[in-house]
């Protein structure tokens, strides 16, 4: 840990990482669940909605040069509509919301505290941001028998409760990308959880 180098980005200044937050998004998001087959061009859109964004906030972890680790959030109201949508329909102010995006380590770097910071440093944006009062981030349903699922697979779902976030299955997006070994995208549905600022 101590020869770990830590980076924070916000707004425009967040395009300045972009092949290396790409390449980190693509390498982990090939595990289960996410069996995500990156391309540089969904990693492009996918970036310029942070880019764009004032309030939006990169923390990221290198090793030697290499980024090891990457964190984001953005105001809900920054988000693209498909993220914004169940909300919207819910009835509720996309003004009180920040939207938590990936959280993601290469395996060597898991399980020595990354995920708790990473949660501290959004957590703390958020409170620096202005007048907040919702956080949340989404997960992909891929129900209880996915045919890729390991055997050894642990979800997240305790780590997240013990940080004091909830899921609200009712509030659900649908996310389109290509999963490993197909040939067109599928849509897959991404269940939100919440916490109180």
């Given amino acids: 840990m101590s020869n770990l180098e830590f980076v924070t980005k916000t707004g425009a200044s967040i ?6 937050l790409a390449q980190l998004r693509i390498t982990v998001f090939r595990e ?9 061009d969904y990693e492009r859109e996918y970036l310029g909605t942070y880019t764009r964004s004032e ?11 290499k980024m090891v680790g ?3 959030c953005i105001p809900l109201t920054d988000e693209t509509e498909e993220v914004q949508e169940p909300f919207l329909k819910a009835g509720m102010n996309l003004e009180e919301i920040f939207y938590f995006g990936e959280s993601i380590l ?21 409170r620096r941001s202005g007048n907040y009062k919702l956080m949340c981030f989404c997960s992909v349903d891929r129900g209880e028998n996915h045919p890729l699922k390991p055997a ?4 997240n779902d305790e780590f997240w409760k013990k940080r004091g976030y909830l899921p609200h299955p009712e509030l659900r997006s649908l996310f389109d990308w290509l999963d490993l070994g197909e040939t067109e995208s599928t849509k897959k549905e991404m269940v939100y959880w919440f916490k109180n600022v």
Wanted: no cysteine; glycine share 12%; aromatic share 20%.
């Fill in 15 to 20: 395009g300045e990482l972009f092949d290396d």
């Fill in 32 to 40: 289960y669940p996410y069996l995500y087959e990156g391309t540089v």
């Fill in 55 to 65: 309030k939006s906030f990169l923390f990221a972890v290198y090793d030697g040069g």
């Fill in 70 to 72: 990457a964190t984001t």
């Fill in 106 to 126: 290469l395996k060597p770097y898991r399980g020595r505290g990354l995920g708790h910071r990473f949660f501290d440093e959004r957590e703390a944006h958020v």
């Fill in 152 to 155: 050894d697979y642990r979800p």
